[in-house]
């Protein structure tokens, strides 16, 4: 198993910044692709952004040139540097792990941090 532990939400103004950072933990070995997603009050979860074991990133079209993911290998933990913010940034925003091993893909979700933006 694979725990995830996001931390850096809260509540912030418009254009204001936040850093949330995901840190993985168990049994890590195999997981290449972690991400962040997000869910709006009333809303399904949507991708926010992904970066993958070799650096290569993807990011919703809202929060591109906003946003920012990156990762540190040797902590095993992603962060999502959030500029700009808007009220429509706001949700629960959830970190995800994709692990492969043997062939085998198994997707892992953190609890989740709300980020909370006021207009």
């Known amino acids: 198993q694979v725990q995830l532990v996001e931390s850096g939400g809260g509540l912030v103004q418009a254009g204001g910044s936040f850093r949330l950072s995901c840190a993985a933990s168990g049994s890590i070995f195999g997981i290449n692709a972690m991400g962040w997603h997000r869910q709006a009050p009333g809303k399904q979860r949507e991708l926010v952004a992904t970066i993958t074991s070799g650096g290569s990133t993807n990011y919703e079209n809202s929060v591109k040139e906003r946003f920012t993911i990156s990762r540190d290998s040797a902590k095993n933990t992603v962060y999502l540097k959030m500029d700009s913010l808007k009220p429509e940034d706001t949700g629960v925003y959830y970190c995800?792990?994709?692990?492969?091993?043997?062939?085998?893909?198994?997707?892992?979700w953190g609890q989740g941090t709300q980020v909370t933006v006021s207009s």
């Open positions: 995800r792990a994709d692990r492969i091993r043997l062939g085998v893909k198994n997707t892992y």
